[in-house]
């Protein structure tokens, strides 16, 4: 479903995309259309799309096609999901060590637009880390 979500595909797209707004959180997917994880990211965001409407505006941007950003967010994994909000990096706090980004397959919805809800009223607040409404660490995994 990616091709349905907007793609930025320069460098001055992304830093625009982040600079001009100004009452919502920018969630950017970092990673290639054909990768099967960011193809299952991507489904869910197409779905919570409409219900973020109001408070969430997504954006994909390709790795390949768009490098300038490779080292300076450390985006070496497949996919990752990255929040904005008021041109700062929101960080947000899933327990995993790793406070910048998501970078797995979210592939439950809600769980997602908890997650987005949960920066963007952080955010709203001034805060820079926000802690997410789950534990993603691996302690409850049996």
Same mark, same amino acid.
């Given at each position: 479903m990616?091709?349905?979500?907007?793609?930025?595909?320069?460098?001055?797209?992304?830093?625009?995309?982040?600079?001009?707004e100004? $009452?919502?959180?920018?969630?950017?997917r970092?990673?290639h $259309?054909?990768?099967?994880?960011? #193809?299952r990211?991507d489904?869910?965001? @197409?779905?919570?799309?409409?219900?973020?409407? %109001?408070?969430?505006?997504?954006? +994909?941007? /390709?790795?390949?096609?768009?490098? $300038?950003? &490779?080292?300076?967010?450390?985006?070496?994994?497949?996919?990752?999901?990255?929040? @904005?909000?008021? &041109?700062?990096?929101? #960080?947000? /706090?899933l327990?995993?060590?790793? %406070?910048?980004?998501?970078?797995?397959? #979210?592939?439950?919805?809600?769980?997602?637009?908890?997650?987005?809800?949960?920066?963007?009223?952080?955010?709203?607040?001034?805060?820079? +880390?926000?802690?997410?409404?789950? /534990?993603?660490?691996?302690?409850?995994?049996?």
């Amino acid at each position: 479903m990616s091709y349905m979500l907007p793609h930025l595909t320069n460098g001055w797209q992304v830093d625009q995309a982040i600079l001009s707004e100004e $009452d919502k959180v920018v969630v950017i997917r970092f990673g290639h $259309d054909w990768d099967p994880e960011c #193809m299952r990211t991507d489904e869910t965001l @197409f779905h919570i799309a409409e219900k973020t409407k %109001n408070f969430c505006s997504i954006y +994909l941007v /390709d790795i390949s096609q768009v490098p $300038d950003f &490779n080292q300076m967010y450390e985006l070496y994994d497949p996919c990752t999901l990255m929040f @904005f909000y008021r &041109n700062k990096h929101i #960080m947000i /706090d899933l327990g995993t060590g790793n %406070n910048n980004k998501i970078n797995w397959a #979210m592939e439950d919805g809600q769980e997602l637009i908890d997650v987005i809800e949960v920066v963007y009223r952080g955010a709203r607040k001034g805060r820079g +880390l926000v802690i997410a409404p789950k /534990d993603y660490s691996t302690k409850y995994r049996y």
